[in-house]
């Protein structure tokens, strides 16, 4: 049977501040990515020790929850019991300060993650098509052949109007627009006009015909600007007639923009970048190669290598071949390396099952973060020594000039997508990676006195003390078997005295800590100084009133005194509810003290002293 991943779905949305404070969500292979109105409130804390969640970091202007191979599930399992969906969380605007670098960051990550899968799937078929025409299973002329590198090819060369889509939704606008601006692009009129060198005027204005197939900027660009001139026309034509002026206007107005200047000064900034990229590899590819192998970790982890995308994606566009996240392939090999040294050194059977369940994945399937984040970055010298060896492996793969023509992880079932130029290479970089990591963690980068359950700890004791608690509000006071609920009345929760409130400020009976403050308002728990742990519960069943009539003022970890207020109860909006405004004040550690005394019952005001607890045994 399947597993159920809501309550770890609720738990995780309640801990980055709940739904409304989602402005989108999106996953990619292992991270659930929220980009959320107030970073503050979420709970780091709660979230990185929740079973189920690796890690969590805030980069590249998102709150990333890192999950692990199960991310599409729980991400599935958020969307099905929240209100969080692709139809109104794109219409959220953010409207806090960005840095620039995280806005770059976001804006690459939500334009191209959600292709990434088709791309890496037809990266695959792609490398299985070449491995059965190099073993001779097919042959080039093969009617299975040509359907098949259609499918895988498809991807790439038709590659602007997918990126035309993934643009439209991440600038908001309509994408039915962005992806005929990228068909025009790629119209058969205009590639043959392109590949016959013909000279096109657009109202004499001379056309400066670009290869558009497999392109990437232009139509990124091109879209950015019809999201403004759609918001500009929005406002400007006549309701009456914007179902067709709109898009009439907008194709009118970016296709001939587009050939005329946007595409073309694209595709010289894109060549520049291309050439670049070259030359730098170029001038000497080993120290290049070795730099951005040992910086690669670092990049992963704060979500840097976004940044990098468009440039491995120009590479394929303009050569047809790209080396960058060739060079950074093996660091997958060197992180499993590392984590199964942690694997065969540690005897903790939880660490060896962790451990041993994301070294596999890691080199199997080429997901890394959960060996990342739940084993050789806590540790710090795995990840080090992963480090170490993906610049050693970088080396070397940038000595071999390995390149490959798709986007692709990096994994023992993704090998057959490097076979070309310097796969040999790439395959010792790969191996010397993996076993050099893992030799380097057994040795000596890791032990298991690095384990936390290791670090005693003294544990922080409460030597209870007599004290008085105070009235929390005015009104009757009552026993507690008077009450109309079986939970109180038996005293099954502790000792305690209720209220018929006739003032519905709330205030603390003690001097101490706000131990819980329910997100309704009704009920609250403090710890004294002194160790008594109390209940202050408004009202009976007024959960049900889901916060209304409620201002809690207070919040958990939070010192407080004698008469400070908590909570403001509207005692007419419990009664229209029809709720009993009967308020149990309960000892929930009744069974730590000798005697549990309450004053003698009727009106009590707050502060009023109405209960002695008296320690000892």
């Known amino acids: 049977m399947a597993k159920d991943y809501t309550s770890l779905a609720k738990k995780i949305v309640e801990n980055v501040g709940g739904e409304n404070n989602v402005i989108s969500l999106v996953h990619c292979a292992t991270r659930l990515r929220f980009k959320l109105i107030d970073e503050s409130k979420v709970n780091m804390d709660v979230l990185n020790q929740t079973e189920g969640v690796i890690t969590v970091m805030k980069a590249g202007g998102q709150v990333q929850v890192v999950i692990g ?40 990550s939500g334009i191209f993650s959600p292709m990434l899968g088709v791309m890496c799937g037809a990266g695959m078929l792609k490398a299985l098509l070449i491995l059965c025409t190099t073993l001779h299973i097919l042959t080039a002329d093969m009617g299975t052949y040509k359907i098949l590198y259609a499918a895988a090819d498809s991807v790439f060369n038709f590659m602007p109007i997918i990126l035309g889509y993934t643009a439209a939704k991440k600038f908001k606008c309509n994408p039915f627009i962005a992806m005929t601006i990228a068909m025009s692009l790629l119209y058969p009129t205009m590639t043959s006009a392109y590949s016959e060198h013909m000279k096109l005027t657009f ?44 898009p009439l206007l907008e194709l009118s107005i970016m296709v001939p923009a587009t050939f005329l200047a946007i595409g073309p000064v694209m595709d010289k900034f894109g060549k520049l970048l291309a050439s670049g ?82 070294a596999f994945s890691a080199v199997l399937a080429g997901i890394t973060e959960p060996a990342i984040y739940g084993i050789t970055l806590p540790y710090k010298r795995p990840f080090i020594i992963g480090a170490v060896f993906s610049s050693i492996a970088g080396m070397i793969v940038a000595a071999a000039g390995t390149s490959c023509p798709t986007i692709l992880g990096t994994s023992i079932l993704t090998l057959p997508g490097y076979i070309g130029t310097g796969f040999v290479g790439f395959v010792i970089a790969c191996v010397i990676a993996y076993f050099g990591s893992a030799i380097c963690t057994y040795l000596f980068g890791f032990n298991d006195s690095m384990l936390p359950q290791n670090k ?9 003390k007599d004290e008085t608690i105070s009235s929390p509000a005015t009104g009757e006071m009552i026993a507690l078997e008077d009450v109309n609920d079986p939970i109180f009345s038996s005293k099954a929760m502790g000792e305690g005295v209720a209220f018929k409130l006739t003032d519905g400020r709330i205030y603390s009976p003690v001097d101490g800590e706000v131990i819980m403050a329910a997100k309704t308002g009704h009920a609250v728990g403090l710890k004294s100084n002194n160790g008594a ?24 970890g939070q010192k407080v005194s004698v008469g400070d207020l908590l909570v403001e109860a509207d005692l007419e909006a ?39 607890v008296r320690a000892g045994k």
């Open 69 to 108: 191979n199960k991310v599409d599930t729980v991400y599935d399992a958020v969307l099905s019991c929240t209100n969080i969906n692709a139809g109104n969380t794109e219409e959220m605007e953010d409207s806090g300060k960005k840095n620039l670098l995280n806005t770059l960051l976001e804006t690459i």
């Open 203 to 246: 109202l004499t204005i001379p056309v400066t015909l670009v290869n558009y197939v497999s392109s990437v900027m232009p139509i990124i660009v091109s879209v950015y600007v019809l999201s403004k001139l759609e918001k500009l026309l929005k406002k400007i034509v006549p309701e009456v007639c914007k179902l067709f002026l709109t």
């Open 277 to 358: 990229y070259t030359a730098i590899m170029g001038f000497n590819p080993i120290i290049a190669g070795g730099f951005v192998g040992l910086i690669w970790p670092a990049a992963v982890i704060f979500g840097l290598h976004w940044g990098f995308v468009p440039i491995v994606m120009n590479n394929i566009a303009t050569y047809g071949r790209d080396t960058l996240f060739v060079i950074t392939g093996p660091n997958n090999m060197a992180q499993a390396g590392a984590t199964l040294g942690v694997f065969l050194k540690t005897k903790d059977k939880k660490l060896k099952e962790l451990s041993g369940s994301a």
């Open 456 to 464: 005693v700890e003294p544990k922080e004791e409460t030597t209870l």
């Open 533 to 556: 742990e109390i209940l202050i519960h408004i009202g009976m069943d007024t959960v049900n009133m889901n916060g209304e009539g409620f201002n809690v003022l207070v919040k958990e």
């Open 574 to 612: 419990i009664e229209k509810a029809g709720y009993d405004n009967v308020t149990p004040v309960i000892i929930t550690n009744t069974t730590e003290y000798k005697e549990i005394v309450p004053a003698s019952y009727g009106a009590k005001t707050a502060k009023e002293e109405i209960i002695e």
